[in-house]
Protein backbone atom coordinates (compact mmCIF):
# COMPACT_ATOMS: atom_id res chain seq x y z
CA UNK A 1 0.00 0.00 0.00
CA UNK A 2 3.10 2.30 0.78
CA UNK A 3 3.95 2.45 -2.45
CA UNK A 4 -0.21 3.13 -4.05
CA UNK A 5 -0.43 5.81 -1.58
CA UNK A 6 3.15 7.44 -3.09
CA UNK A 7 2.03 7.24 -6.75
CA UNK A 8 -1.35 9.29 -4.98
CA UNK A 9 0.47 11.81 -5.22
CA UNK A 10 3.67 11.94 -7.03
CA UNK A 11 3.99 12.90 -10.68
CA UNK A 12 6.22 11.83 -14.12
CA UNK A 13 8.83 9.47 -13.72
CA UNK A 14 8.53 8.85 -9.54
CA UNK A 15 4.73 8.25 -10.21
CA UNK A 16 5.90 5.79 -12.67
CA UNK A 17 8.26 3.78 -10.72
CA UNK A 18 6.32 4.03 -7.38
CA UNK A 19 3.45 2.55 -9.41
CA UNK A 20 5.24 -0.17 -10.72
CA UNK A 21 6.67 -0.74 -7.16
CA UNK A 22 2.98 -1.25 -6.13
CA UNK A 23 1.83 -3.31 -8.53
CA UNK A 24 4.98 -5.61 -8.24
CA UNK A 25 4.39 -5.65 -4.12
CA UNK A 26 0.61 -6.49 -4.97
CA UNK A 27 0.89 -9.28 -7.69
CA UNK A 28 3.72 -10.97 -5.15
CA UNK A 29 1.49 -10.72 -2.43
CA UNK A 30 -2.01 -11.72 -4.10
CA UNK A 31 -0.04 -14.47 -5.24
CA UNK A 32 0.83 -15.61 -1.89
CA UNK A 33 -2.85 -15.19 -0.25
CA UNK A 34 -4.14 -16.76 -3.52
CA UNK A 35 -2.28 -20.43 -1.78
CA UNK A 36 -2.08 -19.33 1.70
CA UNK A 37 -5.28 -17.77 2.58
CA UNK A 38 -9.00 -18.89 2.09
CA UNK A 39 -11.11 -16.43 0.47
CA UNK A 40 -13.09 -15.64 3.00
CA UNK A 41 -9.81 -14.20 5.67
CA UNK A 42 -9.62 -11.19 5.93
CA UNK A 43 -6.61 -10.42 5.07
CA UNK A 44 -6.93 -11.88 1.41
CA UNK A 45 -10.23 -9.99 1.02
CA UNK A 46 -8.26 -6.38 2.16
CA UNK A 47 -5.75 -7.10 0.14
CA UNK A 48 -7.86 -7.64 -3.11
CA UNK A 49 -10.06 -4.53 -2.46
CA UNK A 50 -6.87 -2.52 -2.06
CA UNK A 51 -5.36 -3.95 -4.90
CA UNK A 52 -8.87 -3.34 -7.13
CA UNK A 53 -8.50 0.45 -6.16
CA UNK A 54 -4.78 0.83 -6.90
CA UNK A 55 -5.98 -0.55 -10.83
CA UNK A 56 -8.79 1.59 -10.61
CA UNK A 57 -7.49 4.86 -9.15
CA UNK A 58 -3.87 4.29 -10.24
CA UNK A 59 -3.70 2.82 -13.27
CA UNK A 60 -7.18 3.87 -14.79
CA UNK A 61 -7.97 0.32 -15.47
CA UNK A 62 -11.78 0.04 -14.28
CA UNK A 63 -12.11 -3.49 -16.03
CA UNK A 64 -9.23 -5.26 -14.49
CA UNK A 65 -9.95 -3.60 -11.19
CA UNK A 66 -13.43 -5.03 -11.35
CA UNK A 67 -12.21 -8.53 -12.66
CA UNK A 68 -10.08 -8.27 -9.15
CA UNK A 69 -13.13 -7.27 -6.92
CA UNK A 70 -15.88 -9.58 -8.59
CA UNK A 71 -13.11 -12.81 -8.27
CA UNK A 72 -12.45 -11.76 -4.35
CA UNK A 73 -15.71 -11.27 -3.78
CA UNK A 74 -17.17 -14.55 -5.97
CA UNK A 75 -14.53 -16.68 -4.30
CA UNK A 76 -15.56 -15.67 -0.45
CA UNK A 77 -19.42 -16.23 -1.24
CA UNK A 78 -19.13 -19.50 -2.31
CA UNK A 79 -16.74 -20.28 1.00
CA UNK A 80 -19.13 -18.35 3.35
CA UNK A 81 -19.76 -21.16 4.86
CA UNK A 82 -16.80 -21.88 6.14
CA UNK A 83 -15.63 -18.29 7.54
CA UNK A 84 -15.40 -18.77 11.14
CA UNK A 85 -17.08 -16.49 13.87
CA UNK A 86 -13.46 -14.85 15.24
CA UNK A 87 -13.24 -13.14 11.78
CA UNK A 88 -16.81 -13.24 10.60
CA UNK A 89 -17.43 -9.27 11.17
CA UNK A 90 -14.06 -8.52 9.29
CA UNK A 91 -14.88 -10.18 6.15
CA UNK A 92 -18.02 -9.44 5.68
CA UNK A 93 -17.49 -5.86 6.03
CA UNK A 94 -14.58 -6.15 3.05
CA UNK A 95 -17.03 -7.92 0.90
CA UNK A 96 -19.57 -5.27 1.51
CA UNK A 97 -16.53 -2.70 0.39
CA UNK A 98 -15.63 -4.97 -2.52
CA UNK A 99 -19.88 -5.19 -3.48
CA UNK A 100 -19.83 -1.65 -3.01
CA UNK A 101 -16.75 -0.51 -5.50
CA UNK A 102 -18.47 -2.96 -8.34
CA UNK A 103 -21.50 -1.00 -7.90
CA UNK A 104 -20.07 2.38 -8.18
CA UNK A 105 -17.67 1.21 -10.61
CA UNK A 106 -19.47 -0.59 -13.30
CA UNK A 107 -21.85 2.42 -13.15
CA UNK A 108 -19.16 4.78 -13.60
CA UNK A 109 -18.15 2.79 -16.74
CA UNK A 110 -21.96 2.50 -17.98
CA UNK A 111 -22.35 5.88 -17.60
CA UNK A 112 -18.93 7.15 -19.46
CA UNK A 113 -20.03 4.38 -22.37
CA UNK A 114 -22.97 6.27 -22.99
CA UNK A 115 -21.28 9.69 -23.30
CA UNK A 116 -20.55 10.59 -27.09
CA UNK A 117 -17.47 12.87 -27.17
CA UNK A 118 -18.03 16.78 -27.49
CA UNK A 119 -19.38 17.52 -30.83
CA UNK A 120 -20.20 13.81 -31.63
CA UNK A 121 -23.43 12.42 -31.99
CA UNK A 122 -23.95 8.70 -30.41
Known amino acids: DYHRYL????TGAARKASASSALDAYTAASGIASTELPPTHPIRL????????FYYEILN?????????KSAFDDAIA???TLNEESYKDSTLIMQLLRDNLT???SDHAGNEDE???????
Do not use: H, K, Y
Open 116 to 122: APEGEQP
Open 104 to 106: LWT
Open 7 to 10: SEFQ
Open 61 to 69: SPDRACTIA
Open 79 to 81: ELD
Open 46 to 53: GLALNFSV
